[in-house]
C-alpha cells in the first residue's frame, strides 16, 4: 500500500490519541475510587447488621421491662383488692388467709421489683449501644456518599477527557485517505496499536528492533510506501527524525 507521508504522519497523532483514549478507559475501569467505594458498601452493610443487632436486643429489653411492669401492677392490683376485703371482712379466719396473701404478694412485688430494676439498667446500657451503633452507621454512610462523590468527580474528568480525545480523534480519522484509515484500525483491532513512529532501527509500536535486511528494505522503500512491522504488524512511519 502507498499512501502520502504526510498522511502516514498523521498516524503518529492518531496513535497517541488512540494511546490515550486507551489510558482513559484503563483508568475507568481500574478507578481507586470503586475500590474505596466497595470497602465503604462492606462497612455499611455491616454497621447497619450491628445496629439491627443492638435495637433488637433493646427491644427484647423493653418488652421484658413491659411484663415486669405488667406483672408488678398485677400485684398491686391483687394487694389493693386484698386490703378493701380486709376492711369489709369479719372472718378471723378469711383475715388471716388475706395478711399471709398480703405478705407473700409484697415479696413477689419486692422480686419483681428488684427484677425490673436489673433489666432497666441493662435496656440503659443496650440505648448507649445503639446509640453508638447508630453514629457508626452514619459515619459508614458519609464514607460512602464522600467515596461516591469521588468517583462521580473522577468520572467526569475521565468524560471530559474523552469527549476531548474523541473530538480531536474524528478531526484526524477526516483527513485520512479511507484505505490506510481501515488498515489502522484493522491493525489496532487486532493488535492494540495500529502505528509507531520507526527510529533508528526500532518499531515504535513494539519497540524491537528490525533485522539488517528489513531495515536495507526500509531504506530503499519509497517515502509514500506503508511500511509494515514483521513483528507486530503495526504501521512503521518514517520521519526526517528516523535517522534513515
Known amino acids: 500500500m502507498k499512501a502520502d507521508p504526510a498522511a502516514q504522519r498523521k498516524l503518529l497523532e492518531l496513535a497517541k490519541v488512540d494511546a490515550e483514549l486507551n489510558r482513559i478507559n484503563h483508568r475507568r475501569r481500574t478507578l481507586p475510587e470503586m475500590e474505596r467505594i466497595g470497602t465503604a458498601e462492606r462497612e455499611v452493610r455491616e454497621k447497619r447488621d450491628a445496629l439491627v443487632s443492638a435495637q433488637t436486643s433493646l427491644d427484647d429489653l423493653q418488652r421484658e421491662v413491659d411484663r415486669l411492669e405488667g406483672e408488678v401492677d398485677q ?25 399471709h396473701e398480703m405478705q407473700s404478694l409484697s415479696r413477689r412485688e419486692a422480686e419483681l421489683e428488684d427484677d425490673m430494676l436489673e433489666v432497666m439498667e441493662r435496656r440503659e446500657a443496650q440505648e448507649t449501644d445503639v446509640s453508638h451503633a447508630r453514629e457508626a452507621v ?25 469527549a476531548k ?7 484526524l480519522v477526516s483527513g485520512l485517505p479511507e484505505d490506510l484509515l481501515n488498515l489502522y484500525e484493522r491493525i489496532r483491532a487486532q493488535r492494540g496499536t495500529g502505528a509507531g513512529f520507526f527510529q533508528g532501527s526500532r518499531c515504535g509500536s513494539c519497540r524491537l528492533e528490525v533485522d539488517r535486511a528489513a531495515l536495507a528494505s526500509i531504506r530503499e522503500a519509497a517515502e509514500d510506501e506503508v511500511i509494515r512491522c514483521e513483528e507486530c504488524g503495526a504501521i512503521m512511519v518514517r520521519t526526517k527524525e528516523s535517522g534513515l
Do not use: I, P, W, Y
Open 138 to 162: 452514619n459515619a459508614a454512610e458519609s464514607e460512602l456518599a464522600d467515596a461516591q462523590h469521588s468517583r462521580d468527580e473522577a468520572v467526569a474528568d475521565l468524560d471530559s477527557d474523552e
Open 165 to 171: 480525545r474523541s473530538a480531536e480523534r474524528e478531526t
Open 75 to 99: 400485684v398491686r392490683s391483687r394487694q389493693q383488692r386484698d386490703r378493701q376485703m380486709m376492711d369489709s371482712t369479719g372472718s378471723s379466719k378469711q383475715l388471716e388467709d388475706l395478711e
